[in-house]
């Protein structure tokens, strides 16, 4: 019993001495938290706007906080953001983009495929191809909503502008990008979810049923999709990816592609909707625009209300692992040096 009791404390005083952490002259200011290991991580979890709102109150636009193990920087000044974004060297994204892969859709891929898919994603969103792109989704939005249109007049169809927005992004995306709707999509579900249990079997079912529509057979043979969607499927063969973890890397193409564009036009005509200055201005520069030349047309207008709109309302945790020490210079002049090991995180708000 003794030598458990002499053990446990050895154990306890090694974990301490390895993890014990104390603020440099460098360092952002460093809120360790009451409770060991643990940290803020329960306030962070349970309101990270208003913990960080907090924390800036306390130590200003730049901190440390200890969160479940691990140490996270917290950056709020605006004009350092460059500065993370541009730097791939000291600050990585694929580490997390991995566990995020791993946690969300159970799926590992081949870590030096992220920079193929990145090159792939390049050539197809820019330029012409983007073009191209951008006339399909047009036609898309435009047969949905006519269809929309005409179904509305036998029958009036009342709905939440989050759902009318969210649906009609989402369907006129999948059409764009991963096209065909050959198969026969009919998909019945439980009505009302009432726990955690039932809720997570269905999104399980929901995801299962995702996959088997965005595999080639879902998709009407090989051909199906976007030139994006069959160039990345080329990559996933070529890498020897399994069908599975194919289908997989597929729907979550599905949701990095269609997950914020849905919430993103939902605020878009919010703001619309209820600043009729707004709504005329972007009206007037519409109706300047030929519709046979859409390409190279340029909206500075609609563009400064859609970055408006993400200002207000998108409030993304942008975070990067610090794999090399990095000097960060705040708008006031301040200097800080962020520790190889620890986390980044920025919180546009
Ligand atoms: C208004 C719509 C959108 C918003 C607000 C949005 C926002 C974001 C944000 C905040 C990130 C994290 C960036 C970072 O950590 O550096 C991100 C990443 C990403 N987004 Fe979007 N996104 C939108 C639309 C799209 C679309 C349409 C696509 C694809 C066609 C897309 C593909 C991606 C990908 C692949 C990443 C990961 C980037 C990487 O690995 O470095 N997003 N997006």
Request: charged share 20%.
């Amino acid at each position: 019993m003794i030598w458990t009791i002499i053990l446990l404390i050895q154990a306890g005083l090694l974990y301490f001495v390895l993890t014990h952490r104390k603020r440099h002259k460098t360092d952002p200011p460093l809120d360790k938290g009451v409770i060991p290991w643990l940290g803020h991580a329960l306030e962070f979890g349970k309101d990270a706007f208003k913990f960080l709102g907090r924390m800036k109150i306390k130590h200003g636009d730049i901190f440390t906080v200890r969160v479940a193990g691990r140490y996270v920087t917290v950056l709020l000044d605006p004009f350092a953001y460059d500065t993370v974004l541009n730097d791939k060297n000291c600050l990585d994204f694929s580490q997390y983009a991995a566990t995020l892969m791993d946690r969300i859709f159970q799926l590992q891929l081949p870590h030096h495929m992220q920079n193929k898919s990145k090159t792939i994603m390049k050539q197809h969103f820019l330029g012409m191809n983007l073009s191209s792109l951008n006339i399909s989704m047009g036609r898309h939005l435009h047969n949905l909503l006519k269809a929309e249109n005409s179904m509305n007049q036998k029958d009036w169809k009342d709905e939440g502008l989050f759902n009318f927005s969210y649906g009609l992004l989402f369907k006129a995306g999948y059409l764009t990008l991963f096209g065909g709707e050959q198969n026969n999509n009919r998909w019945t579900h439980q009505r009302s979810i009432k726990n955690t249990r039932q809720e997570k079997k269905l999104a399980q079912c929901v995801r299962q049923r995702l996959c088997e529509l965005l595999s080639p057979v879902g998709l009407g043979g090989d051909s199906g999709g976007s030139d994006w969607v069959q160039a990345y499927r080329q990559l996933l063969q070529d890498e020897g990816v399994d069908r599975d973890s194919q289908n997989k890397a597929l729907l979550m193409q599905l949701w990095s592609s269609q997950g914020n564009a849905g919430p993103a036009a939902f605020w878009l005509l919010t703001f619309l909707l209820t600043n009729p200055d707004a709504m005329n201005a972007v009206k007037r520069e519409f109706s300047g625009i030929s519709q046979t030349s859409l390409l190279n047309v340029k909206t500075p207008v609609f563009d400064s209300v859609l970055e408006e709109t993400l200002r207000l309302t998108a409030a993304p945790f942008i975070t990067r692992e610090v794999v090399r020490e990095k000097a960060i210079h705040m708008a006031d002049g301040q200097e800080y040096l962020l520790r190889k090991g620890d986390r980044l995180c920025l919180f546009p708000s």
